[in-house]
């Protein structure tokens, strides 16, 4: 196996889509601050992060992107993983405060990746990636879905929006490679797992304690999307 090498990218291009970025980033956590997203019986104090945290995290998530993708299709590649930053961050923020993963987001983010993908592929004529994005999105679905089916007879919080999120999820790393969807799948597990443990050495919860998954499956894709590795070929 070997590590994927990235292409250069120009300094200039990262710091503007750093910046671009960080305004994106603060009409989003005005509007997520309002809290306009909860139903009715979705009460009790908003999340703590202030808006200036949610700007600086997609400035760096749109920075990071713009460095990894670059120049890759002529340019065409980075705007899928921009707006699936943009919508992940936004996700994670609802599903960290009410555990619940919006279909609102989730679902027009499938049509919105895949034709940016799609673009992404014309461009550089790599059409074998879309069609591995596609299966790969379809496989991740349907390992989900048969954990939530698992979930709902042992009455655990696991439940169809991380079933569509990780269709997304699957359609997003898949693009790169086979391996990617398994090492951001693991990596969520993983890291979920830690952050509970944890929480019960330091006595801040306990194992009754639902904990939102969904952050944890998007960290997950984002180290998968920022280090993955292939097979030789």
Avoid: N
């Amino acid at each position: 196996m070997t590590w994927v090498d990235f292409p250069p990218t120009p300094w200039w291009y990262v710091a503007a889509l750093c910046t671009a970025g960080g305004v994106v980033g603060w009409v989003l956590g005005t509007r997520l601050a309002t809290l306009g997203y909860r139903l009715d019986h979705e009460t009790g104090p908003g999340p703590r992060p202030p808006v200036w945290a949610v700007a600086a995290t997609l400035a760096v998530l749109w920075g990071l992107f713009a460095w990894r993708f670059g120049p890759t299709a002529e340019y065409a590649l980075a705007p899928a993983y921009l707006g699936f930053a943009t919508v992940g961050v936004g996700l994670a923020w609802v599903d960290a405060d009410v555990h619940r993963l919006p279909h609102g987001l989730t679902r027009p983010a499938y049509p919105m990746l895949i034709g940016q993908l799609a673009l992404a592929s014309w461009a550089s004529g790599d059409w074998a990636a879309l069609r591995r994005a596609l299966v790969a999105g379809a496989v991740l679905w349907g390992i989900y879905f048969l954990l939530a089916l698992v979930a709902a007879l042992l009455r655990s919080g696991f439940g169809l929006g991380d079933v569509t999120l990780a269709g997304l999820i699957g359609i997003a790393t898949g693009y790169l490679s086979p391996w990617a969807p398994v090492i951001a799948t693991y990596a969520a597990f993983l890291l979920s797992g830690a952050y509970g443990l944890g929480r019960i050495i330091l006595r801040l919860g306990s194992r009754k304690d639902h904990i939102a998954f969904g952050p944890w499956m998007l960290v997950g894709a984002l180290l998968a999307l920022l280090v993955e590795i292939r097979p030789l070929v």
